[in-house]
């Protein structure tokens, strides 16, 4: 990624043989042929981002869906005070993108910082949105097509806020999830959910791992 000149590589996915990993600019997809731990040919991917060299922009939760498609996170542009044009609104949603990389669909907005994203074992995306700014508590969303999820209500057109499947007050600032294997029963969590938390800014303590039953 570094010597692509590419910058805050945050997402990551793998289909088959085929690394995905996403940028600041662009989602970048990579292969090593020859198993030397170097990647013997590279493409864009998708590279419709707005981009405009904010320290905050990331692409996350790469996440490819049954439908084969590849879902992700553009971080917002609230934070920004010059925000790169955005026709598209891709900034502050989720995208739904083909298995060519050609078409690209937006299927959620008003999202902040979503740095982590999961399908469960039904077929459902939920994804942990990352509120800051001293909110008092952090989201776990589930993906219902075309909604809007509360941030940034002057970008976006909507009718109504949807809120979280849950408040997440364990730790603050989430960052990755995952779905237990249900035929894993460590300690009884077979099936369960388990969300980190980083804790930002001041407080490092604030991390953490939370477990939801499922």
């Known amino acids: 990624v570094k010597k692509l000149g590419l910058r805050s590589p945050s997402g990551f996915a793998h289909r088959g043989d085929t690394i995905y990993i996403g940028t600041a600019q662009q989602v970048r997809a990579f292969i090593d042929r020859d198993r030397n731990n170097e990647p013997d040919t590279s493409w864009v991917f998708f590279d419709d981002i707005p981009n405009s060299e904010h320290p905050y922009e990331w692409t996350c939760g790469l996440s490819f869906g049954e439908d084969g498609w590849l879902y992700l996170a553009l971080s917002t542009d609230s934070w920004n005070a010059a925000p790169s044009p955005d026709p598209g609104k891709y900034r502050g949603?989720?995208?739904?993108?083909?298995?060519?990389?050609?078409?690209?669909?937006?299927?959620?907005?008003?999202?902040?910082?979503?740095?982590?994203?999961?399908?469960?074992?039904?077929?459902?995306?939920?994804?942990?949105?990352?509120?800051?700014?001293?909110?008092?508590?952090?989201?776990?969303?589930?993906?219902?097509?075309?909604?809007?999820?509360?941030?940034?209500?002057?970008?976006?057109?909507?009718?109504?806020?949807?809120?979280?499947?849950?408040?997440?007050?364990?730790?603050?600032?989430?960052?990755?999830?995952?779905?237990?294997?249900?035929?894993?029963?460590?300690?009884?969590?077979?099936?369960?959910?388990?969300?980190?938390?980083?804790?930002?800014?001041?407080?490092?303590?604030?991390?953490?791992?939370?477990?939801?039953?499922?």
């Open 93 to 214: 949603s989720i995208l739904r993108i083909s298995p060519d990389g050609k078409t690209v669909e937006t299927v959620a907005t008003g999202i902040r910082s979503v740095y982590g994203m999961r399908f469960d074992r039904n077929g459902e995306l939920f994804f942990i949105d990352n509120e800051g700014g001293g909110n008092p508590t952090e989201e776990l969303n589930r993906l219902v097509k075309n909604s809007f999820y509360g941030h940034n209500p002057n970008k976006f057109t909507f009718d109504s806020a949807r809120g979280p499947e849950y408040s997440l007050t364990t730790e603050m600032a989430p960052s990755g999830l995952v779905f237990n294997n249900p035929d894993n029963d460590f300690g009884g969590t077979g099936g369960d959910l388990f969300i980190s938390f980083y804790g930002p800014g001041e407080r490092w303590s604030r991390g953490g791992v939370a477990r939801l039953r499922w």
